[in-house]
């Protein structure tokens, strides 16, 4: 390193952190506001990627896990083009489809099934946030609910749930509620006010425009014959709810939220499709890279100013 009136150089071999050149110190001092200096082969962005939430179960059903989350910072190349795979949610009892981005994986929500009158049980499936367990008919037996897959990976931190028991006390039926981002899926209530386990809670985010989104909520379980149902948390996490007929409520779109249980078999009863999932990608202004739908905010938090892309389907990050 050395410095000659206004120009500061570097002579030592280029890496990761640092580049042979000649800089002035005005763009010293430009390059360290934008996150450019070191001049480097890239640069951070802050990312939030989210699973497809699985399929809510059929007659008299239990609600649907929420897709996987996955949120870390990571430090992309230049002149690279990275694929961004959003998942979709889950068809009724299927679960959902895996979002995926920079070598890292938001694992698809475990789907759900409806009531049994067998003694053989139906878990909910195992995802990134696991699907809650049918209700029974045999009084007492009861239905685990899935196992939540969803891992840390790469120094991204994952968050997933697994679904709540499934219950009966003969009848009413309780089935559970698929697990959420943010905790367990509620476990069907067979005493006092008995009832449906409602979804777990998601997780809250602010990437994608500084104000705090709800991602990742389990779907509800289906009450029968019981005088209440599981709280709707749709419109704070994402989570399908469960009605009396026709087809239960979906997932939110790109919240990755469980769908919803299936109604009495004497209607349609048909589970909520799970929430697709969705990718957020943010990094300091200015503008650096393409792909998605690009967008820009002032932090409240931080003061600082953001390049935001959106990816609400598949696509590319091209820096």
Known sequence: MGFNGSRIGRINTSTLGSASG???VNEVHLGRQQDTWPVTDGFNVDV???GGGGGGGSTIGA???AGGILIGTLRVNKATTYAVVIGAG???EANGNSSSAFNVTAY?????RGYTTSPTLLPGFPGGSGGGGSGTRPNGATSNGGAAT???QSGFTGYGFAGGIGTSSGDPIQPAGGGGAGELGENGIRTGTTRAGAGGNGIFNS???DVNVGYGGGGNGYSYNSGAIAPDKRATYGGGTAVAQGTSSAGVANTGGGGGGGGFFNSPSVGGTGGSGIC???YLSPQKATGGTVTTYTSNSDGKSYVVHTFLSTSSFIT
């Not at 698809?108 to 759900?112: P, Q």
């Open 22 to 24: 000649v800089w002035s």
């Open 48 to 50: 939030l990627l989210v």
């Open 63 to 65: 609600g649907a896990g």
């Open 90 to 92: 889950g068809s009724q």
């Open 108 to 112: 698809g929500g475990g789907g759900s």
């Open 150 to 152: 969803q891992t840390n």
């Open 207 to 209: 990437y994608r425009t």
């Open 280 to 282: 957020v990608v943010r």
